[in-house]
């Protein structure tokens, strides 16, 4: 047992020093994974402006559930950069928080470490029910067929802002069609004056792991199939990396976005005219209206498909809260996760979060502009599927991220890759996947 | 002296020699080892109590299915490193890729590092006006934070309004349109910076070495006709032989284990041409979850600089000895 607890020591020391994690709350290192029954810990993602704004909102509304509840909540905001290797070391060493935030494209993966608490019907009663959730969000919680290890807690997908001026200036109309979109984008693209049709966050793997889903899923294809093997080098896979590839290889992005990571690059060229369309998540708004860009001088649709394909818009992207198993204070976190997932935290929340909200019913406060909340919301509810729920989803994102991020660097230094040269890259990813999960 | 050994020989059966007194570790004799205790638990905390529990997950199937639980991570025998020694499969491929563009990295800024902090060096050895400030602005890099500095870099390699592309144009040895984070020269980007990372530390190893060395034997080099090249040749590297045998093996070691140049250049994902080993790794443990297999290659990493450093001690110490 003692050696058990010496090498556990070790793992999460080992685990931690390559986190480059931040300083930390010592409250929740202290307390994690079972604060005193009056007490919790939370570990809340960077969803705001800073972490500081975060953790001003988040103390804020959690003292309304001290008053109702007696339990005072210790928060921590993690930026995203530490958040994975922070739950990692945690469910290592034991030693997490009783209640968390996670991307909720982890929550397969996280579900099948065993670490955090199923929401059994019990637990799901006692945060309100299965049926208060957007079902498109709900289906995000975990494995199916398997209790969840998470419920949605703020809501994101993709949609195509545009430039209203630009395009009103060219006499173009809001693409409803890939082929709209490809034509919109080659007439709005002046490299002389540095203006391109699209931005692109060509050196971010994870956005580039997105496109690729969410084009495969237009194409018709699933990255697994129903036994969880992959299936990356399936033609529709090929086409729908192809069809976000060759923005960057026919010329409508700028080619030094292939160097933009999930910074605010992509969404500041849009801003400053220098793009007329960004692909982004509802909170790129935060980042635009940042830069100074008005929500009147934007439109937003949704990412339109080729003709004939499937009209899948986004994955459904978002945030999930999760219950560490080893809390000691269960009733505690779930008061809070029923309290978070309220519809009135849920409205207050979203608007400092640029969020949509997860429960039905709930109203869409992250802007004023009625046709964009519409659109916003309609894309979540219609025209959005989840990622993969498998555990190997981690490994899905880097491998499949990575292959697509190498084309459009091929793709930007001017040559353009083939179907063959795509086919050969997913081929390459998918065979790097023989030992994960 | 034989007579003398004889005539002992005798005296010595008859008056055998004192027992040594045995030590006893009493009183003021046992501080000492109290005082050094607690370095060497945390060194053996910090260092090889990490490293057993990382040759211990080597041979595991430790992945996220088991991090919570990670003791009891079935055993996978040999079949991690069967994996990072398959140069025929995808993991293995990869990693020997990875292998082969950090040992190109590895030697290109050890050599070049060298080269500059040694030509530093020579210059600055000799007193001129000016010398106190030269020597105090190259030892800029090196007293810089590295994060912040390669920050710095990474900002200058930016295509668009990067200060290298736009000293490319000026000079007119380009259109100023080049990639440098991107592609193949994402590999001499990296390598540049680990370059003026490193030289500041060899050009400070190589003057003190430089200052050791006697006038005199520059002098009567001299007389007898040697030039610049042959007192190079046969006064400066014998004399710093003993520097640089641990200059170049700390070069060496620092480089080929380089993380943070890589990791802030490019974040957990480098360009292929930059994917140096230790990155990979991080990129297997901690993007991918396989810390098992992540483990087997640090293993693998551990044994080869294990062996490359014993042969290169093992070889400078006998040629030290020949001479």
Redesign the interface.
């Given at each position: 047992m003692k050696t058990?607890l010496?090498?556990?020591s070790?793992?999460a020391?080992?685990?931690s020093a390559?986190?480059a994690c931040g300083s930390g709350d010592d409250d929740s290192s202290s307390s994690g994974g079972g604060g005193s029954a009056k007490t919790l810990t939370y570990w809340a993602s960077n969803q705001g402006s800073s972490l500081e704004v975060d953790k001003k909102v988040l103390t804020t509304e959690l003292a309304k559930f001290t008053k109702q509840t007696g339990i005072k909540v210790n928060v921590e905001v993690i930026g995203w950069p530490d958040l994975?290797?922070r739950i990692?070391a945690a469910?290592?060493s034991?030693k997490g928080p009783d209640v968390l935030n996670i991307g909720n494209t982890w929550a397969a993966?996280?579900q099948?470490?065993?670490?955090f608490m199923p929401f059994d019907s019990a637990a799901l009663d006692a945060i309100g029910g299965k049926a208060k959730f957007v079902d498109a969000s709900f289906k995000t919680s975990g494995m199916a067929g398997q209790d969840p290890t998470s419920v949605p807690l703020y809501g994101l997908v993709y949609g195509l802002y545009y430039n209203k001026k630009m395009f009103a200036d060219a006499g173009l109309q809001p693409p409803k069609t890939w082929e709209e979109l490809q034509a919109a984008s080659k007439k709005l693209t002046n490299p002389g004056k540095g203006v391109y049709g699209m931005a692109m966050e060509g050196?971010s793997?994870t956005e580039s792991l997105h496109f690729a889903f969410i084009f495969g899923q237009q194409h018709g294809a699933d990255p697994f199939d129903a036994q969880g093997k992959p299936q990356f080098t399936t033609p529709g896979m090929v086409q729908g990396v192809k069809q976000y590839v060759d923005l960057m290889s026919d010329g409508v992005v700028n080619?030094?976005s292939?160097?933009y990571?999930n910074g605010p690059e992509a969404p500041g060229d849009f801003a400053k005219g220098k793009a007329a369309m960004l692909m982004s998540q509802n909170n790129a708004n935060n980042t635009l209206q940042g830069a100074g860009m008005k929500s009147s001088q934007y439109g937003v649709v949704p990412i339109p498909t080729k003709s004939g394909n499937k009209n899948t818009a986004s994955f459904v992207a978002g945030i999930n809260l999760s219950v560490f198993?080893n809390t000691k204070n269960k009733d505690g976190a779930l008061q809070m996760v029923k309290f978070m997932t309220s519809p009135a935290e849920q409205e207050i929340l979203d608007q400092p979060f640029t969020a949509l909200p997860v429960v039905k019913g709930g109203k869409v406060k992250f802007t004023d502009n009625p046709a964009e909340a519409k659109t916003f919301a309609d894309i979540l509810a219609t025209q959005s599927v989840p990622l993969p729920l498998v555990?190997a989803e981690?490994?899905y994102e880097?491998?499949v991220?990575?292959a697509v991020?190498?084309l459009i660097?091929?793709a930007?230094?001017g040559q353009k890759p083939t179907d063959a040269d795509i086919k050969s890259a997913l081929g390459?990813a998918q065979?790097?996947m023989?030992?994960?999960? | 002296m034989v007579v003398e050994t004889v005539k002992a020989a005798p005296r010595a059966a008859e008056d055998p020699p004192p027992r040594p007194r045995r030590r006893r570790l009493s009183g003021p004799r046992l501080t000492p080892y109290l005082l050094v205790l607690p370095a060497v638990l945390l060194e053996l905390l910090v260092h090889f109590g990490p490293m057993l529990v990382g040759v211990w997950m080597s041979f595991r199937k430790l992945t996220q299915f088991f991090i919570s639980n990670w003791s009891q991570a079935p055993s996978a025998g040999l079949a991690n490193y069967r994996l990072a020694l398959d140069f025929d499969g995808p993991l293995g491929k990869s990693l020997l890729h990875s292998f082969q563009v950090t040992i190109l990295y590895t030697i290109a800024v050890v050599l070049i590092s060298w080269v500059v902090g040694a030509s530093a060096a020579l210059v600055l050895q000799r007193s001129f006006r000016g010398r106190g400030l030269l020597r105090t602005l190259f030892l800029v890099p090196y007293a810089m934070p590295i994060y912040a500095g390669i920050m710095t870099w990474s900002f200058m390699f930016q295509r668009d309004n990067g200060l290298v592309n736009h000293v490319q144009k000026s000079l007119g040895l380009g259109d100023g349109q080049s990639f440098w984070l991107v592609g193949n020269n994402a590999f001499f980007s990296m390598a540049i910076v680990a370059i003026w990372r490193c030289w500041p530390f060899a050009f400070l190893m190589l003057l003190a070495g430089l200052q050791n060395i006697p006038d005199e034997v520059y002098d009567a080099a001299s007389v007898d006709g040697a030039g610049v090249w042959k007192q190079i040749r046969y006064i400066t590297l014998p004399y710093l032989r003993p520097v640089n045998v641990v200059l170049i093996l700390m070069l060496f070691l620092w480089n080929f284990n380089d993380f943070n140049t890589p990791f802030v250049l490019f974040g957990p994902t480098p360009p292929k041409s930059a994917d140096l080993i230790s990155l990979h790794i991080y990129g297997n443990s901690f993007v991918s979850w396989n810390f098992g297999f992540g483990a087997a290659m640090s293993v693998l990493l551990l044994l080869f600089l294990l062996v490359v450093t014993g042969l290169y001690l093992f070889l400078t110490s006998r040629r030290s000895r020949r001479a």
């Amino acid at each position: 047992m003692k050696t058990r607890l010496v090498c556990a020591s070790f793992i999460a020391l080992a685990v931690s020093a390559t986190a480059a994690c931040g300083s930390g709350d010592d409250d929740s290192s202290s307390s994690g994974g079972g604060g005193s029954a009056k007490t919790l810990t939370y570990w809340a993602s960077n969803q705001g402006s800073s972490l500081e704004v975060d953790k001003k909102v988040l103390t804020t509304e959690l003292a309304k559930f001290t008053k109702q509840t007696g339990i005072k909540v210790n928060v921590e905001v993690i930026g995203w950069p530490d958040l994975q290797n922070r739950i990692l070391a945690a469910t290592a060493s034991g030693k997490g928080p009783d209640v968390l935030n996670i991307g909720n494209t982890w929550a397969a993966s996280l579900q099948s470490t065993g670490a955090f608490m199923p929401f059994d019907s019990a637990a799901l009663d006692a945060i309100g029910g299965k049926a208060k959730f957007v079902d498109a969000s709900f289906k995000t919680s975990g494995m199916a067929g398997q209790d969840p290890t998470s419920v949605p807690l703020y809501g994101l997908v993709y949609g195509l802002y545009y430039n209203k001026k630009m395009f009103a200036d060219a006499g173009l109309q809001p693409p409803k069609t890939w082929e709209e979109l490809q034509a919109a984008s080659k007439k709005l693209t002046n490299p002389g004056k540095g203006v391109y049709g699209m931005a692109m966050e060509g050196g971010s793997y994870t956005e580039s792991l997105h496109f690729a889903f969410i084009f495969g899923q237009q194409h018709g294809a699933d990255p697994f199939d129903a036994q969880g093997k992959p299936q990356f080098t399936t033609p529709g896979m090929v086409q729908g990396v192809k069809q976000y590839v060759d923005l960057m290889s026919d010329g409508v992005v700028n080619k030094s976005s292939v160097q933009y990571k999930n910074g605010p690059e992509a969404p500041g060229d849009f801003a400053k005219g220098k793009a007329a369309m960004l692909m982004s998540q509802n909170n790129a708004n935060n980042t635009l209206q940042g830069a100074g860009m008005k929500s009147s001088q934007y439109g937003v649709v949704p990412i339109p498909t080729k003709s004939g394909n499937k009209n899948t818009a986004s994955f459904v992207a978002g945030i999930n809260l999760s219950v560490f198993k080893n809390t000691k204070n269960k009733d505690g976190a779930l008061q809070m996760v029923k309290f978070m997932t309220s519809p009135a935290e849920q409205e207050i929340l979203d608007q400092p979060f640029t969020a949509l909200p997860v429960v039905k019913g709930g109203k869409v406060k992250f802007t004023d502009n009625p046709a964009e909340a519409k659109t916003f919301a309609d894309i979540l509810a219609t025209q959005s599927v989840p990622l993969p729920l498998v555990p190997a989803e981690a490994a899905y994102e880097t491998n499949v991220g990575n292959a697509v991020n190498g084309l459009i660097a091929k793709a930007a230094t001017g040559q353009k890759p083939t179907d063959a040269d795509i086919k050969s890259a997913l081929g390459e990813a998918q065979e790097k996947m023989a030992t994960a999960g | 002296m034989v007579v003398e050994t004889v005539k002992a020989a005798p005296r010595a059966a008859e008056d055998p020699p004192p027992r040594p007194r045995r030590r006893r570790l009493s009183g003021p004799r046992l501080t000492p080892y109290l005082l050094v205790l607690p370095a060497v638990l945390l060194e053996l905390l910090v260092h090889f109590g990490p490293m057993l529990v990382g040759v211990w997950m080597s041979f595991r199937k430790l992945t996220q299915f088991f991090i919570s639980n990670w003791s009891q991570a079935p055993s996978a025998g040999l079949a991690n490193y069967r994996l990072a020694l398959d140069f025929d499969g995808p993991l293995g491929k990869s990693l020997l890729h990875s292998f082969q563009v950090t040992i190109l990295y590895t030697i290109a800024v050890v050599l070049i590092s060298w080269v500059v902090g040694a030509s530093a060096a020579l210059v600055l050895q000799r007193s001129f006006r000016g010398r106190g400030l030269l020597r105090t602005l190259f030892l800029v890099p090196y007293a810089m934070p590295i994060y912040a500095g390669i920050m710095t870099w990474s900002f200058m390699f930016q295509r668009d309004n990067g200060l290298v592309n736009h000293v490319q144009k000026s000079l007119g040895l380009g259109d100023g349109q080049s990639f440098w984070l991107v592609g193949n020269n994402a590999f001499f980007s990296m390598a540049i910076v680990a370059i003026w990372r490193c030289w500041p530390f060899a050009f400070l190893m190589l003057l003190a070495g430089l200052q050791n060395i006697p006038d005199e034997v520059y002098d009567a080099a001299s007389v007898d006709g040697a030039g610049v090249w042959k007192q190079i040749r046969y006064i400066t590297l014998p004399y710093l032989r003993p520097v640089n045998v641990v200059l170049i093996l700390m070069l060496f070691l620092w480089n080929f284990n380089d993380f943070n140049t890589p990791f802030v250049l490019f974040g957990p994902t480098p360009p292929k041409s930059a994917d140096l080993i230790s990155l990979h790794i991080y990129g297997n443990s901690f993007v991918s979850w396989n810390f098992g297999f992540g483990a087997a290659m640090s293993v693998l990493l551990l044994l080869f600089l294990l062996v490359v450093t014993g042969l290169y001690l093992f070889l400078t110490s006998r040629r030290s000895r020949r001479a």
